[in-house]
């Protein structure tokens, strides 16, 4: 999704950052029914509610298209823009017509995993995280214990467990 610059107010109401009056919604479900998240994303279903903290690609304003003039609408994983008739794709998803998913937002699964979902990572044995970045084998405390654990296996000469 991409964020538009519509944000919650303190006398609970919804204004533009331009200041300019709220005229028009989109909500997914037809309305808000939690405002606490503050800020609102544009994705492929419509509008909806996320933490203003977490960082979004942003629009200042493009004509939207009905998504059948893109190439293969989109995959229903981006939206299309009115001028260039090109798909701007979700987060995680990537080519001409948003068909294909990535794992770039979590590094390529830190080449501890592989990418099975936009920006999903299926971690191998020894590690976890979003992003295949924490390994759970040095939890173990002796060589021993660390050689029979499932994707750990070896130690290094300070005796610490690794996958």
Same mark, same amino acid.
């Given at each position: 999704?991409?964020?538009?610059?519509?944000?919650?107010?303190?006398?609970?109401?919804?204004?533009?950052?331009?200041?300019?009056?709220?005229?028009?919604?989109?909500?997914?479900?037809?309305?808000?029914?939690?405002?606490?998240?503050?800020?609102?994303?544009?994705?492929?279903?419509?509008?909806?509610?996320?933490?203003?903290?977490?960082?979004?690609?942003?629009?200042?304003?493009?004509?939207?298209?009905?998504?059948?003039?893109?190439?293969?609408?989109?995959?229903?994983?981006?939206?299309?823009?009115?001028?260039?008739?090109? &798909?701007? *794709?979700?987060? #995680? /998803?990537?080519?001409?017509? !948003?068909?294909?998913?990535? =794992?770039?937002?979590?590094?390529? @699964?830190?080449?501890?995993?592989?990418?099975?979902?936009?920006?999903? &990572?299926? *971690?191998?044995? #020894? /590690?976890?995280?979003?992003? !295949?970045?924490?390994?759970? =084998?040095?939890?173990?405390?002796? @060589?021993?214990?660390?050689?029979?654990?499932?994707?750990?296996?070896? &130690?290094?000469?300070?005796?610490?467990?690794?996958?």
């Amino acid at each position: 999704g991409v964020w538009l610059g519509l944000v919650h107010t303190e006398n609970d109401t919804w204004k533009w950052t331009d200041l300019t009056p709220v005229d028009y919604t989109s909500w997914v479900g037809g309305s808000v029914a939690d405002a606490r998240r503050q800020c609102l994303k544009l994705d492929s279903v419509g509008w909806s509610l996320f933490d203003c903290a977490l960082p979004l690609p942003f629009v200042c304003r493009m004509e939207i298209a009905a998504s059948d003039d893109c190439p293969s609408g989109c995959s229903q994983h981006g939206l299309c823009n009115r001028q260039t008739l090109a &798909c701007s *794709c979700d987060r #995680g /998803w990537r080519s001409s017509d !948003c068909s294909e998913f990535h =794992c770039t937002d979590v590094n390529d @699964c830190s080449g501890y995993g592989t990418c099975v979902g936009p920006n999903q &990572c299926q *971690c191998r044995v #020894g /590690w976890k995280g979003r992003a !295949c970045t924490v390994t759970y =084998c040095n939890l173990y405390t002796t @060589c021993q214990a660390c050689s029979r654990q499932p994707g750990c296996g070896w &130690c290094d000469e300070q005796q610490d467990c690794f996958p």
